[in-house]
Each structure stands twice: as structure tokens, then as C-alpha cells.
């Protein structure tokens, strides 16, 4: 492979912004450059009397376009491509290939109660024998039944996830990449393969044709074609995309520089994902009780997880102090929020009140109020009770993962943007009594490339191998436990019981 040809480019989208990033490996070590970023978000629109919230997944494909073409013309070409995203959310296509309109955002309120009337023709405990998903209303599944009866779903003849259908574009074949399909609902867990029970309660009670509308699974790793079109592609033209872990926690775990399968990872930004590795799904009636998701990985690999609201409730209440006039600066927030008493105020982060965009500061108060604590007095407060809330949720989340997988934990590796956070980081080891490593912040791009890479033959080797390339190339920071855990048992005993 020539040098001109030895540039990998990850698409990595994300719920604020779209990067591409560029990967070339030399002597064991994986060198990354951001070469574009494009704004990303949701768009509300008025529909059937109510404002529908979308993605603009034209906007995101132009920006993928424009950056493909920098890469490849700074590097005279490219060697391949992956794309990794959100889970989800999907595109539908009409009998001619094309869309139909553009995806509904996963806050979007239309799945409010939809689970609980998918749950009346197929149980919540059979379906998660089947799927082994934790239930969250925005799952395409519940989607799907959300959407019966719409226009644009009659008149669909395809539907695809947010990558493969950028994927579609970029190359004209459409595939369903596992990680990310494995999010759905409408994947057996264990044969990695359609779950039948799951099509048929859409296709029955709901009249969902979802047969119709998948296409072929495929595993990631998979090359699915080269991109066409030069017009629009430029010198990338030719370069294959490889269907790689779609879904972004999936790349991000490959990214995790862990030296002992006896990890758990945190991979943190908008959401957190937190959990273990495994071999197997776990499908007990303890894991569906402790709303315990097993969504599949690289290599056959199982993450075994608990979706946390993240940052996201940090992120709108800057949004929302931002809207009030109030410009608030991140870094001397959290400086501040450092002075503030550990647990003074806790909240359950994962309410669904945080789910849809808003002004999270007051939904913050009501739940301290209702849990007769005293709500934050002021921005730095409110900071350090969404920090110990979310470390606090952490801490039960990896206790949970271990206690229902039987894998033991020695460290907790924290991945993606929130590794820059140092409160937090600190503050997990200290909720959980493990030292965490955090890093690398740009997980999930640097697991994109690391599988396309070895998809094309330009590095071998199993996870572990994948692994050390990430340990090599990227600096880590180490935070050791401080304190006793037993002020963060009193908290979580006081949430949850």
C-alpha cells in the first residue's frame, strides 16, 4: 500500500457536531488528525399539530462530503472509510431509493407510551429474552409502532440506519451493520440475526411491514463497496467503506487501551454508556429488572451496559443560561463546582424528565424538592449536582455490571469527551472505589479506524492486539480513589433504595 493510499478516514457523528478524522499507523502506533467539523443537532418542525423534532441529515451529508474530499485530497487518496453514529434512528426510502424525509430525532415525544402498547401483544420479559435491550421509549422498535399509520412509513420501501444510510449514499448498497442494528429491538441477541417474535408484533398489531424495509445484516468488519461518484467524493472515490462499529459506543469500546479483560468502561459525552465486556449476552430476569442492555460488539463481543443520561443534562443547562443571557464558562464552572460539598444534592439522572431538550436547571430543583432535598442555589451547585449524580450513577451501574455478568472489575476505563472532565473522572473513582483510566477522548473515531484498517489489511490482529496499538498511541491519565465509599452508599441507598 502506498503511502498516498495509507490514510484511513473515520465519519464520526455525534449529537452536537460531525468530525472526520484521519488515521495513518506507523511503527505500532495510530497518528489522528481532525480535518473536518460540522455543526449537528435537532430541528424542530411543525407536524400534525405539534412540533416534530429531525435530524438534518442533509446537512450532515454534506459535511461528510466535504470532509472525505479534504482528506482525500491532502493524502491523494484513501485506503478506506467507516462511518459511526448515535443508535437509532433511521431514514426511510421510497421505491425509487429515495428519501422520504428526513429521520426523526430519538427526544422526539412521538414514543412516549409506546413501549407499554408493544408490551401488550408481546411482553416486556419475552421480547428481552429475545432482544436482552433495556427498554428505553426512543428504541427503534418503539419507533416503528409510533410511526404506524404514518404517511411516509406506507409509502416505504426501504429503511436504514443514520450510517448505512450515508453508507447508501456514498456507495449505492444498503446493509444493516450489527452494533448498531443490535440497538433496535429487532435483533436476536444470541444468534445475531432477525428476531422473529420482534418483526412480527410490528408486521401484526401495528401493521409495521419492517421485513420489507431491512436489508442484510452484516457484521462489523464487513467491506460493503467502494465509494462512487468522483463528482461528489472527489480523490476518495474508489476507497471502500467499511462497515465498521457503527453504533459509536461500539467503536469506542474498541478504543479502550485496557491491559485486563476485567474492565469496565464508561463511555462518556451526550450519553454515557457503562458497562462490561462479555462473550454472551446476559437475558436474566434480574439484568431486565435492573434495565440491563446487551448490545452487540466487534469480534462477537457482547457490551453488556446501562444507558446513563450524561452529559447532556450539563449541556442544556449551559444551553439554558446561554438563552437567559448568561454566557457560562465550562472550565471555571467546574472549577468551582469543585469547591461545592460532595453530595449535597443528588438526583436520579436517568428521570425522564431529562430526556427532551429544555431547561434542565428547574427540572434539577423539582427533583431535589420532591426528594425533600434543597435545590442548588446557583450555577456551580447545580454543576456538582449533575457531577455526583452522574458519578453516583456510574458507581451503580458497574457494581450492577458485575454483580449480574459475574466479571470481576479491577479498573473502569472512561472513554469519549467526558475523559477531559477531571471532576468527574475523580469523582467516579472515588463513588465507585476503583482507579479510573481516562482516555482516549476520541474513542469512538479511534476504534473506527483501527477495524477499517484491519478490514483492509493494513494491521492484523484480535481486540487485544486493537487494544494495544490504542495504548501506544494515546496518553491516558490514572485518578486513584480518595475517601471512604460510604457517603456515596448512603447516596445511592437514598435514590434507590
Not at 468488519?221 to 459506543?249: I, K
Request: overall charge negative; aromatic content about 6%.
Amino acid at each position: 500500500m502506498s503511502a498516498a493510499h495509507s490514510v484511513h478516514a473515520a465519519v464520526d457523528l455525534g449529537a452536537s457536531s460531525g468530525r472526520v478524522i484521519t488515521g495513518r499507523l506507523e511503527g505500532g502506533r495510530l497518528h489522528t488528525e481532525e480535518v473536518a467539523r460540522f455543526p449537528n443537532g435537532a430541528v424542530a418542525v411543525p407536524r400534525g399539530g405539534r412540533d416534530t423534532l429531525y435530524w438534518d441529515i442533509l446537512s450532515l451529508y454534506k459535511g461528510v462530503l466535504e470532509g472525505l474530499r479534504t482528506a482525500a485530497e491532502a493524502h491523494g487518496g484513501l485506503a478506506s472509510v467507516g462511518i459511526d453514529s448515535w443508535a437509532v434512528d433511521y431514514g426511510l426510502l421510497d421505491g425509487d431509493g429515495g428519501l422520504l424525509g428526513n429521520p426523526v430525532h430519538y427526544r422526539d415525544a412521538r414514543t412516549t407510551g409506546a413501549p407499554q402498547k408493544v408490551f401488550e401483544h408481546l411482553p416486556a420479559d419475552r421480547m428481552y429474552a429475545v432482544n436482552g435491550l433495556q427498554v428505553q421509549q426512543f428504541n427503534t422498535v418503539f419507533q416503528l409502532a409510533a410511526a404506524a399509520g404514518d404517511a411516509d412509513l406506507s409509502l416505504a420501501h426501504d429503511a436504514l440506519l443514520v450510517p448505512d444510510l450515508l453508507g447508501y449514499w456514498l456507495t449505492g448498497e444498503r446493509v444493516w451493520e450489527l452494533t448498531n442494528a443490535s440497538t433496535t429491538g429487532l435483533v436476536d441477541a444470541r444468534t445475531r440475526t432477525w428476531a422473529k417474535e420482534c418483526l412480527d408484533v410490528l408486521e401484526g398489531p401495528f401493521a409495521v411491514p419492517v421485513r420489507g424495509l431491512t436489508s442484510r445484516l452484516v457484521e462489523p468488519g464487513t467491506v460493503v463497496g467502494p465509494l462512487s461518484r468522483r463528482e461528489s467524493v472527489g480523490a476518495a472515490a474508489g476507497a471502500p467503506l467499511v462497515a465498521v462499529g457503527s453504533h459509536d459506543t461500539a467503536s469506542a469500546v474498541v478504543a479502550v487501551p485496557a491491559q485486563t479483560p476485567n474492565f469496565a468502561y464508561v463511555s462518556c459525552g451526550t450519553w454515557s454508556l457503562v458497562g462490561v465486556e462479555l462473550d454472551a449476552p446476559v437475558r436474566t430476569e434480574r439484568g431486565r429488572a435492573a434495565n440491563f442492555t446487551n448490545e452487540l460488539g466487534v469480534d462477537g463481543t457482547v457490551r453488556y451496559l446501562r444507558n446513563v443520561m450524561g452529559l447532556w443534562v450539563l449541556q442544556e443547562s449551559l444551553r439554558t443560561w446561554r438563552e437567559q443571557g448568561r454566557e457560562v464558562d465550562l472550565a471555571d464552572l467546574l472549577r468551582r463546582a469543585g469547591a461545592v460539598p460532595a453530595l449535597s444534592c443528588v438526583v436520579d439522572v436517568d428521570d425522564a424528565r431529562f430526556l427532551p431538550p429544555g431547561d434542565m436547571p428547574a427540572r434539577v430543583a423539582e427533583l431535589a424538592a420532591e426528594t425533600g432535598q434543597r435545590p442548588p442555589a446557583d450555577d456551580a451547585e447545580l454543576a456538582r449536582c449533575v457531577i455526583d449524580s452522574l458519578a453516583l450513577a456510574y458507581r451503580r451501574a458497574v457494581r450492577q455490571a458485575a454483580e449480574l455478568s459475574g466479571r470481576d472489575i479491577d479498573v473502569v476505563h472512561v472513554v469519549g469527551g467526558g475523559a477531559h472532565n477531571t471532576l468527574l473522572c475523580q469523582l467516579t473513582a472515588d463513588a465507585t472505589g476503583l482507579p479510573v483510566v481516562a482516555g482516549p477522548t476520541e474513542g469512538a473515531a479511534i476504534g473506527n479506524l483501527l477495524v477499517q484498517a484491519r478490514a483492509v489489511g493494513a494491521v492484523e490482529g484480535d481486540l487485544a492486539a486493537l487494544r494495544r496499538i490504542v495504548a501506544a498511541s494515546t496518553e491516558t491519565r490514572r485518578y486513584t480513589p480518595t475517601g471512604p465509599t460510604g457517603p456515596w452508599a448512603a447516596a445511592e441507598a437514598r435514590l434507590w433504595g
